[in-house]
């Protein structure tokens, strides 16, 4: 090592150095640590009003007309008022959790911390917050129709199989992303 690199090296900050050194011995470490600090910051954000009032009501009450809509395309008659959808035999209320803005924060979190350039992970966080908004809308309709057809059904297609379905979902999409982006730089090739 030269005069100058050391000097360059010498000048470097603290969180520099210690950032170089996680990610050269433990790069793990380093996803974790990074994306640790990006959920809580979405979860920091999340609680608060401004967050509720802002974008989370907006983003319900944006399904919410939108699966009304779709229903409407296919002859069931519903009425959208506010965050409910409702016809004359059934009806249900978009509230949190039936909005994908966790897994999309996992899944954006993700795409984040992992090591490549932030030119690969714009188009991947764009396509799977495509995908994961998509699959939220089919949900919400398919529940409405589950409800509708297979009442008993309901809760159980609510908590259990599209909760656990959405979450692997994103998982899905993050690996896919770090398949299609490792492929770019030829580590799959």
């Keep these: 090592m030269g005069k100058k690199d050391k000097k360059a090296k010498?000048?470097?900050?603290?969180?520099?150095?210690?950032?170089?050194?996680?990610?050269?011995?433990?790069?793990?470490?380093?996803f974790?640590?990074?994306?640790?600090?990006?959920?809580?910051?979405?979860?920091a954000v999340w609680i608060t009003e401004f967050f509720t009032e802002t974008i989370f009501n907006p983003v319900l009450h944006f399904y919410?007309?939108?699966?009304?809509?779709?229903?409407?395309?296919?002859?069931?008659?519903?009425?959208?008022?506010?965050?409910?959808?409702?016809?004359?035999?059934f009806s249900i209320s978009v509230k949190r959790g039936c909005d994908a803005i966790e897994p999309i924060a996992l899944f954006a979190s993700a795409v984040l911390a992992f090591p490549a350039s932030f030119k690969?992970?714009?188009?991947?966080?764009?396509?799977?917050?495509?995908?994961?908004?998509?699959?939220?809308?089919?949900?919400?309709?398919?529940?409405?129709?589950?409800?509708?057809?297979a009442p008993?059904?309901?809760?159980?297609m609510h908590m259990e199989v599209w909760q656990v379905v959405f979450i692997l979902l994103?998982?899905?999409?993050?690996?896919?992303w770090i398949r299609w982006s490792q492929q770019k730089a030829g580590v799959y090739e």
């Design 64 to 89: 919410a007309r939108l699966a009304g809509f779709i229903l409407n395309l296919f002859g069931y008659g519903t009425v959208v008022s506010g965050m409910n959808i409702s016809n004359a035999d």
């Design 32 to 43: 974790l640590l990074v994306f640790g600090a990006l959920m809580g910051l979405f979860y």
């Design 10 to 30: 010498a000048g470097d900050s603290f969180k520099d150095k210690l950032k170089a050194s996680i990610a050269d011995k433990n790069p793990i470490l380093l």
């Design 170 to 176: 994103a998982l899905v999409c993050w690996v896919i």
């Design 120 to 149: 690969k992970k714009m188009p991947g966080i764009a396509a799977g917050v495509a995908f994961l908004l998509a699959v939220n809308l089919i949900r919400i309709v398919s529940l409405f129709l589950t409800g509708l057809y």
């Design 152 to 156: 008993a059904l309901f809760d159980f």
